[in-house]
Every structure is written in C-alpha cells, then in structure tokens.
C-alpha cells in the first residue's frame, strides 16, 4: 500500500514539473512575443510622426503690425550676417587718423585727406559750429569712426521743459554724428545730425510798475534797489534779463520782462525793512492829547 501510494506521488511529481515548465516556457514565449509587438508599434508610431513634421511647413514670421502669433527671434548668426550684408567692410578704404578736434566739417576734411580720395558729408549750418572731440585712429573705415564717435558722443542732460510760473527740468540723453542710409561704401553720403529736445517756449513779456516813493523817502536811492536785483539775476545764470526804467516824476520802476524773473523785484522790496514814519508837529500834538487824560467837567 505504501508503495503504491509512493508510486503515485512521484508520478505526480514528475507530471507537475512538466506541466510549470511547459507553462514557463509559454509565459517566456509570450512576453517574447509583447516585447517584438511593442517594438514594432513604437517604430509605426515614429515613422508616422516624422511623416506628418515633414509635411508640415515651416513657421513663417508674422508681419509687423499684423496679428497673429510673431515670427522665431532670429539668432546672433541671423543678424550678424544681416548687418554684414548693409556693410560692405571688403569695399570701405581703412585709413589711419590723428585729429585734433575741431568741426565737423574739419574732421570730415581730415578724413578726406586721410583716406586719399572725397567723401560725401552734408553739415547744416545750424550744426556748423558744434565741437567735436580729438580723434586718433588706426586702421579704421568711415563706418567704425563714425558709430564710435556717435557712441562716445551720447550722455544725459538736464533741460528745462518749462519757465513759467516756475522753471522745471527734465533728464533726456543726447547725441550727435554722422548717418546715412542704404549699403554703406566709400560713396555713400554721410548727414550729421544732432539729437537734442526742443527748446521750451519762451513765455510773454508783461510790464509792471512799482512804487518806489517810500523807500526814497527814508534815504534808499534808485541804484540800491535795482542793483540788488540785478544781483540777484545775475547768481542764477540769468542772461535774458528784465529791462527796467526809473520814472522821477511819479517815482515808479517800470521793469519788462518774464513774469518769473520780475518776481525779483518783489522779492527785493518785499526784504527792505522800512523804518516807522517821524510824526509832525501837528500830528504830535494829538498823540499827546489823545494820552493825557480827559479833565472832570465842574458846574459854573
């Protein structure tokens, strides 16, 4: 019976093993099998996408002032080679310069004699007398001389946006060179231009009187008064100042001027300290009567 049974367990045994390992093979074959179909779908899919990019065209750069979503920012390379393209560097004559300062039409001849040959240069005569630095350059063309001094040429001013009724000023950056347009060679015409703001407008002149009589009654004279004034104009900077008369007759100032700048004046009389007016004999005699004290009526 024990034998039997021992028969029987081993036979189960053996039948068992088989079975796992046919299962185990299958299950190996199986995930052998997902593996290649997965393979195979992900090289589909990567095909079809690179069939459908290829397709497509390529993004096109949206017009200025358009709508719609703008154009790639080109790269370094991009604009390097434009702005190579608007300056022909091989066709522009490279000169050696050693100037002084002067004018621009003083460099612009210095150039000239520099390089050997004319060069185009339009100066307005509102520019005409404008300063320019001393220039020592070696190996340079029209172009790299005229953007390095336009940069150097560049720095922030204070000007005044307003005088009236008080002044304001205003920081703006300024500069000045020469410019042109189109390709650049070594005929190519060249403009100096100034970048500046516009000058405030000038206010109105008014005319306005001041009575003087007070003053030259305690012992000031005319020339006191209007030198303090003029005193006082000439510490701001004023150049533009009031025009101012003396009237004897009725013993007025008569100034002309700016409104702002005639405060001047006020601001002169209104720091005169003036001395209590003597009194008269008359007008003595009835403060003192007005001080003493009044006497009691008695009855005839």
Known sequence: MKAKRKCLDTKFAKDFAATVVFLYEDLKQIVITMKTLNYFVLCLTTLGCMTVFAQQPPPQPSTPGTAGTPGPVPDFQTRLQKAMALVDSPALTKFDLDFRGGTPKQLAAAIEKAMGRPLNVIVPDEFADIKLPALKMNRVDV?????????????????????????????????????????????????????????????????????????????????????????????????????????????????????????????????????PKPLTPKGAAETKEAKSPEKPKTDP
């Open 143 to 275: 172009y790299q001389l005229f953007q390095a001094l336009e940069a150097a040429s560049q720095k922030n001013e204070a000007y005044v946006t307003s005088t009236y009724p008080q002044s304001s000023y205003q920081t703006v950056r300024t500069s000045y060179g020469f410019r042109t347009q189109g390709k650049i060679s070594d005929d190519s015409v060249w403009y100096f231009s100034v970048e500046k703001p516009m000058a405030p407008a000038v206010p109105p002149k008014v005319c306005s009187f001041y009575s003087l009589a007070p003053y030259i009654d305690h012992g000031m004279t005319v020339d006191d008064i209007t030198t303090a004034s003029q005193t006082g104009w000439k510490m701001l900077g004023d150049k533009d100042t009031p025009a101012i008369s003396f009237h004897k007759d009725t013993k007025l100032l008569i100034a002309v001027g700016e409104p702002n700048k005639l405060q001047m004046i006020n601001a002169v009389l209104g720091a005169l300290t003036l001395p």
